[in-house]
Every structure is written in structure tokens, then in C-alpha cells.
């Protein structure tokens, strides 16, 4: 709401026709929501197997994102390329995800053979 004041661009507006500095505020805000439900839920699912690697994984990537809007809030999009270090903790997260679901599948599979063979 604060670039929207400092800039005068009303709602439902959402890019200015000529101004540049607000397109880019505004783009930054809107990727940091476009990955905001994966990220969350990366979160909640990962951090009840592992809470400790997944608070320090989504510290980095929540200051990565922070990084990526700054730099992409200044006008020039090619800063924003510092805040890939959001990936840091982006993919040990994803991957916990994986090696999380294969556990599940796991023990699915053997409770369910289990009991079969009663």
C-alpha cells in the first residue's frame, strides 16, 4: 500500500502504464505470493519429521526472498539474482518432502502387507 500511495496508483490497478519502479515493486510482492503456498506447506509438512532443519532452511529462504524483493524493488531487475540464495533453504526442504513421502510409502506398503499375511 505504500508504493501504491508513493507512486498514486489506485486499486485494482495493478502495474502502472510508465512507471517502472512501481511494475517492479509490485512484481516483486506478487512472486514472493506466487511461492508463498508452496513454501508454507513444504513447512508444516516437513518440519513435523525434521522442525529443527526446516525453521533454519525457511530463515534462508524467507531471507533470500527478502534479498530477491529488495534488489528487484530497486528498478533494475537484474539485482534481484542475489535472493537465489532462497534456494539454499529452498531445496533441502523439497527434498526433505521426498525422502519424507518415501518413508510414508514405505511404511504404508509394510503395515499393509502386514496384514495380509494374517
Not at 19 to 42: S, T, W
Not at 62 to 71: E, N, P, S, V
Not at 72 to 82: A, E, L, Q, V
Amino acid at each position: 500500500m505504500q508504493a501504491r500511495k508513493e507512486h498514486n496508483v489506485e486499486l485494482p490497478i495493478m502495474y502502472h502504464p510508465t512507471d517502472k519502479l512501481f511494475n517492479c515493486i509490485q512484481r516483486g510482492h506478487q512472486n514472493y505470493l506466487e511461492v508463498l503456498p508452496y513454501f508454507l506447506m513444504a513447512l508444516f509438512v516437513g518440519g513435523l519429521r525434521y522442525p529443527r532443519t526446516y525453521t533454519a532452511c525457511g530463515v534462508i529462504f524467507l531471507l533470500g526472498r527478502l534479498i530477491y524483493f529488495q534488489g528487484y524493488s530497486t528498478g533494475d531487475p537484474g539485482k534481484r539474482y542475489k535472493g537465489s540464495i532462497s534456494m539454499i533453504g529452498g531445496l533441502p526442504m523439497i527434498l526433505g518432502l521426498l525422502v519424507f513421502g518415501v518413508q510414508h510409502l514405505v511404511a504404508s506398503v509394510r503395515c499393509t502387507a502386514c496384514t495380509l499375511r494374517r
